[in-house]
C-alpha cells in the first residue's frame, strides 16, 4: 500500500497516460498528486492544467497536448472520466494509443458503471498504466496507518496501529492526518500505544466531526465551542480541517448528484452512509453553488496553513468557522 513518500518517476509517466479509478477517493487523489509531483521534479517549469471530461473535444485535447511557449514538459489532469462526450472517445482513444513524448496525461474516473466501457478499451493499450484503488477491508486499516508512518521516517507498533483506527475511524484522509500529526510531534521514533493516547484517546474524530457538523449548519456559536473542548481535549488540528473537509465534499456532491436517485444508490454517489445522507439533504439547503465552492477554497487554505506551521493553529481554525458559518448565512 502505498505511503506518502511512495516515488512515481517522471520516465513512469510522460509520454503515458496514468488511468485513475476506484472507490478510494483519498487513494486516487495520492496517485494524481504523485503524478504531477514526478514531472515537477523532473522539470521545474513544467505545465500543470486541469480539465473535466464532459468540456474534451479533439481541439481541447490538442491544446491541452501541444508545447507551450515556457515548457514542452506538460501534466494535463482530466476529470470525471465517465462523462467523456461519445463523439470524444475515438480522438481519446487515438491519443492515448501515441502519446505525446512531453506530456504526462492523468484520466480520472469518478466510479460506477457510466463509462466502463470506454476503461475497458483503455486498459488494452500499452501506453495506459491502471491505478485502481479497491475499498479497504478492515484488517487492512493498521496497515495503511504502518505504511504511512513508514513514508514519514517513524514506525508504529501493531497495537499502535490498531488502537489509531479504533479512535480516529475508517477514514484515509483522517488517518492520513493523524500519522503525520503524530510523526511530526515524535520524529523517527516508535509510535506506541501509549504516545497515540496522548493525542487521539478521547475519540477524536468524533469531536473534530462536531465542529464541522455545527459550522455547516451555520451555528457559530456552538461551532466555536465544539472547537475549543475538542482543541482543549488535544484533538489534532488537522483532522479538524479534515473533518471540514469531509462535510463540505459530502454537501458539494449532494447538490451536483442526479435528482431521482434511490437513496441508497444517492448515498453512495455522496460517499456517505446511509444514515448521514438526511443530515446532509437538509444541511445543504443552506448552500449555494457559489458559497459551497468558497468553503471548499477556504478549507484547502485552513489545512494547508496548519500543515505548514506558520501560524497558530487555533486562531486558523477560529477563523475557519467563521467563515463557513458566514458563507452559510448568505442564503
Known amino acids: 500500500m502505498a505511503g506518502p513518500s511512495s516515488h512515481v518517476r517522471a520516465a513512469d509517466v510522460l509520454g503515458r497516460v496514468t488511468l485513475v479509478t476506484g472507490k478510494e477517493e483519498f487513494l486516487n487523489e495520492r496517485t494524481v498528486g504523485a503524478v504531477r509531483d514526478a514531472v515537477r521534479a523532473y522539470d521545474a517549469d513544467a505545465e500543470l492544467s486541469e480539465a473535466t471530461a464532459s468540456d474534451l ?84 486499516f493498521p496497515t495503511f496507518v504502518a505504511a504511512e508512518v513508514r513514508g514519514h521516517g517513524s514506525s508504529i507498533d501493531q497495537e499502535a496501529a490498531t488502537f489509531l483506527v479504533q479512535a480516529v475511524g475508517q477514514d484515509l484522509r483522517s488517518l492520513a492526518a493523524a500519522a503525520h500529526q503524530l510523526t511530526s510531534d515524535f520524529p523517527g521514533e516508535v509510535l506506541s500505544v501509549e504516545k497515540v493516547k496522548q493525542y487521539f484517546g478521547g475519540r477524536a474524530e468524533a469531536k473534530s466531526f462536531a465542529v464541522a457538523d455545527a459550522a455547516f449548519w451555520g451555528r457559530r456559536e456552538a461551532a466555536l465551542e465544539e472547537l475549543r473542548w475538542a482543541l482543549d481535549a488535544g484533538t489534532a488540528p488537522v483532522l479538524v480541517t479534515s ?72 486562531y486558523t481554525l477560529e477563523r475557519l468557522v467563521l467563515t463557513v458559518t458566514g458563507l452559510r448565512d448568505q442564503r
Open 57 to 140: 473535444t479533439l481541439a481541447t485535447l490538442g491544446e491541452m497536448a501541444a508545447p507551450s511557449l515556457f515548457s514542452s514538459i506538460r501534466c494535463v489532469v482530466v476529470r470525471g472520466l465517465e462523462n467523456l462526450p461519445d463523439e470524444s472517445v475515438d480522438g481519446l482513444l487515438d491519443y492515448c494509443a501515441a502519446p505525446v513524448e512531453d506530456v504526462a496525461l492523468v484520466l480520472v474516473h469518478g466510479g460506477g458503471q457510466k463509462g466502463s466501457g470506454v476503461l475497458a478499451k483503455l486498459r488494452k493499450l500499452g501506453a495506459v498504466v491502471d491505478s485502481r484503488s479497491g475499498e479497504l477491508k478492515a484488517s487492512e
Open 243 to 314: 473533518a471540514f473537509a469531509g462535510g463540505a465534499r459530502g454537501v458539494a456532491r449532494y447538490k451536483s448528484a442526479p435528482r431521482g436517485m434511490r437513496e441508497p444508490d444517492l448515498a453512495r454517489e455522496v460517499g456517505v452512509p446511509p444514515w448521514k445522507l438526511r443530515t446532509i439533504r437538509d444541511q445543504s439547503r443552506g448552500w449555494s453553488d457559489g458559497a459551497i465552492a468558497r468553503a471548499i477554497r477556504a478549507v484547502a487554505q485552513a489545512d494547508a496553513d496548519i500543515k505548514g506551521a506558520a501560524s497558530d493553529a487555533s
